[in-house]
């Protein structure tokens, strides 16, 4: 491609270099084009004969060649959109995924008091802790992670939103929670099966194993986090945990054997059951 090429052509030379390797290969070329231009959606298609300088030209090949590499997006720019908010996002974390925001759609929805104490076990990124205390900032939200990497990523997080009212700290699920007067618990931990072939493909393989991988057929931690909350949660507090779309059934016998009531499984947006609640 000329050095002199336009954002038209540009665009279709993103699209035909990625088709092979991405399924979103045409919002991917949109989406690195703008960051080199610092332009957004509409001005690509408002302005498609405009040249790009050659700095911008080659840094678009650059990131170019890094996604048909199947590098995440989202590590490419080093952020992630999330209930309307930016993320910080490295390769230490799982990237927040949407189907996450039902999760945080459904705590929103709970009869918790208006100041509930609200704990995020994995919190990775910090998207689930700090998408809520964006919008309940009377909520006392304590959030941990096992790796220190996470914790300094959710922190920064924490700080670039200035929701600073969030406690976060380094703990391997309940080795550093002492209080058992929560309202609320929520998880989004691992849960896919070690030897899932899903592992293998997509962004998946750029994310740590640690944020995506359980023992048990992906049960381990659901069902580890499901038996030692109950020592944490208020009377009537709620757990609410992500998990795999054929992992409800078995879940909610698990929650229901161990003595949560008003078990209930939430869809997320592809109709996929997602999380459930006890
Ligand atoms: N839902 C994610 C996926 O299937 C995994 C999230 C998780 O393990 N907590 O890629």
Same mark, same amino acid.
């Given at each position: ?18 088709a092979?390797?991405?399924?979103s290969?045409?919002?991917d070329?949109?989406v ?16 498609p004969?405009?040249p ?5 030209? !080659?840094?678009f ?7 048909a ?16 908010? !930016? ?26 008091? $208006? ?31 096992k790796?220190? $990497? ?9 700080e ?13 699920w ?23 072939e ?7 393989r ?10 048990d ?9 499901? !038996? ?9 507090g ?23 009531? !008003?078990?209930?499984?939430?869809? $997320? ?5 997602r999380c459930?609640?006890?």
């Amino acid at each position: 491609m000329a050095a002199q090429s336009t954002i038209g052509e540009a665009l279709q030379w993103g699209f035909s270099t990625l088709a092979s390797s991405s399924e979103s290969a045409n919002l991917d070329a949109e989406v690195l084009l703008q960051h080199c231009l610092g332009k957004n959606r509409t001005f690509l298609y408002t302005w498609p004969e405009r040249p790009l300088t050659i700095e911008q030209w !080659k840094h678009f090949e650059q990131l170019v060649s890094r996604r048909a590499k199947g590098v995440p997006v989202a590590h490419i720019l080093g952020e992630r959109e999330f209930w309307s908010l !930016k993320f910080l996002v490295n390769e230490t974390t799982l990237i927040p995924r949407p189907d996450t925001e039902m999760l945080v759609e459904t705590a929103l929805n709970l009869p918790l008091p $208006d100041n509930a104490r609200v704990l995020d076990m994995g919190t990775g990124t910090g998207a689930i802790a700090l998408a809520l205390a964006s919008e309940r900032p009377n909520w006392r939200i304590t959030a941990l992670d096992k790796v220190d $990497d996470a914790v300094a990523l959710a922190k920064a997080n924490r700080e670039q939103l200035g929701l600073t009212q969030v406690e976060i700290l380094q703990s391997d699920w309940f080795s550093a929670v002492k209080d058992d007067d929560f309202d609320l618990i929520v998880s989004n931990p691992p849960y896919i099966d070690e030897h899932d072939e899903h592992l293998a493909m997509g962004d998946v393989r750029f994310e740590p194993l640690s944020a995506l991988t359980a023992a048990d057929e992906g049960y381990a931690d659901l069902n580890h986090i499901a !038996k030692h909350a109950r020592e944490h949660l208020n009377v009537g507090g709620y757990l609410l945990l992500e998990h795999g779309f054929a992992q409800a059934l078995k879940l909610r016998e698990t929650l229901i054997s161990l003595g949560y009531d !008003k078990v209930a499984t939430v869809r $997320d947006f592809g109709s996929n059951d997602r999380c459930t609640l006890g």
